[in-house]
């Protein structure tokens, strides 16, 4: 990672590397675009947890970034891990470029990176994500974060029933969320256990939490616990594999499919292909 201490800012040099492809992907949802910076291509404001981030990319096709107003240790310790800073996706991309289609995506969004989640906000965001839109999911977390002083952990959540959660206007999510946090809180569902279980086993269990299926499983998994093997499967990208990959997808994927199905999840999104 190549960056310099800029007084209370950071400037991070970093390649195979954008804001907008990463943080408006599909991925996380408290990541908003703000005009603070007009001298900057782009800046973004977001959380990891409770801890906040403002961040610009100083040019449209550029390798420079400013992390406005954080620490060294934060860069390091947070912020690196975070955006997966450290995973050269300039050597992943040099794989998938062994599938036609696959390399065009890539071509496409090539500074797509996988978000490093906390896992507890990922499982709440991607419940609330089902048959839902973007701009609805933001709202409900926007709710939640504000009724609770940032995003709450499960044990601040404790005891929480699906009425308590009104304010969230979730509709039939919210009794999902209620049997979330009592198996999390229970001990019914051991969230630190499955990020060491297979991806198969991690999977079935987070099944076992009300109205999670194989789709939210894998999300959580790929973006929550950097089970970066897990191939989730929306009406996307079950197009994609109807059109593209009907016997599977190609041996240069093999231990990161979910990392490929980011670029192709955002380049038939984009592009109907």
Known sequence: ?????????????????????????????????????????????????????TVSQLEENGSRFLFHNTTEDDMINIWCDYFDLRTDYGEI???????????KACDYAGGIRILRQDTEECLISFIISQNNNIPRIKGILDRL????????????LADTTAGDLGYLRAGFRA??????????????????EIKNMSTDDARQALMTVKGVGPKVADCVMLFGMYKI???PKDVWIKRVNEKHYPNGLPQCTKGIEGIAQQYLFHYIRQNGE
């Open 145 to 156: 974060c504000e009724h609770c002083g940032g995003f709450p952990t499960f044990g601040e």
């Open 175 to 192: 009794k999902y969320l209620e049997d979330c946090i009592n198996k999390v809180n229970s001990g019914a569902l051991k969230l630190n």
């Open 1 to 53: 990672m190549d960056y310099i201490v800029k007084g209370s800012d950071i400037l991070l040099n970093q390649a195979d590397f954008n804001l907008d492809e990463t943080l408006d992907c599909g991925q996380a949802f408290r990541w908003r675009i703000v005009d603070d910076y007009p001298e900057y291509f782009r800046t973004y404001t977001g959380f990891f947890g409770k801890k906040p981030l």
């Open 229 to 231: 093997d897990s191939y």
């Open 93 to 103: 991309k040099r794989r998938f470029s062994e599938d036609e289609f696959l390399s």
